[in-house]
């Protein structure tokens, strides 16, 4: 997967994503996160490439390194209603966990880790320690033509300046919430993740009974 460069910098330009780059020398690794006046324009339609700008890793030639989960609306947002997500069918519910994304990827025979904006976040480096600790066996069991997208839970992360709410005692977790081929850009259901979080034995993120779809669907959430 190559991204149009060209674009990229045009995107940049117009204020509507950064690009930071992997502060180490010895790589080429840019960051590209989406900005709030890209919300604020509501310019997805225009930029379709936006939606893959929520810390999307590129080399600086345009080759996708890491592909995260593309963006995604809340209901009244964009057009998203109950009606239409129900024309998908039935969804796959999971838990939502008050964390940091993390990005992880090998690059180079490394494991990387990224979070929406930086390659060396105090989160990304959080996650190397846990890696170190915790889940040493990563390193052996991950594919390099995926993208692995996690969520970090450790009690320094929810400080007075963090948005993060709930307070999940001394935890300290990595956990799965999603696999992206990185090469096509496709995102694997949770069976396939369910598959990777057993394979790299790591926490997943839980699915939740879906009872109440039916009901749910025959209702509308005005825009907002």
């Not at 690009?19 to 006046?37: G, K």
């Not at 999307?56 to 030639?61: D, E, G, P, R």
């Not at 939502?96 to 990827?105: A, E, N, P, Q, R």
């Not at 948005?163 to 956990?175: M, S």
């Amino acid at each position: 997967m190559i991204v149009d460069m060209n674009l990229v910098h045009k995107l940049e330009e117009l204020g509507l994503i950064t690009i930071i780059a992997d502060p180490r020398p010895e790589t080429d690794l840019l960051v590209l996160n989406y900005t709030f006046e890209a919300k604020k324009q509501n310019v997805w339609t225009t930029y379709p490439l936006l939606l893959d700008c929520r810390g999307m890793v590129i080399q600086k030639n345009g080759t996708v390194i890491a592909k995260p989960l593309r963006t995604f609306f809340n209901l009244g947002e964009h057009g998203v209603s109950i009606s239409h997500l129900s024309s998908l069918g039935v969804p796959e519910v999971t838990v939502k966990k008050d964390g940091s994304m993390i990005t992880l990827f090998m690059y180079h025979g490394k494991v990387r880790c990224a979070t929406r904006g930086t390659l060396d976040s105090i989160q990304a480096l959080y996650a190397y320690k846990l890696i170190d600790e915790k889940y040493p066996q990563l390193q052996e069991h991950l594919d390099s033509s995926l993208t692995y997208v996690l969520e970090i839970v450790y009690p320094e992360n929810r400080g007075p300046d963090s948005r993060l709410i709930v307070d999940y005692g001394d935890t300290e977790e990595l956990i799965l919430l999603g696999v992206v081929d990185t090469s096509t850009g496709k995102e694997y259901g949770y069976e396939m993740m369910k598959k990777w979080g057993e394979t790299l034995q790591i926490p997943f993120i839980p699915l939740v009974e879906t009872e109440e779809w039916t009901s749910l669907k025959n209702k509308e959430v005005p825009n907002f």
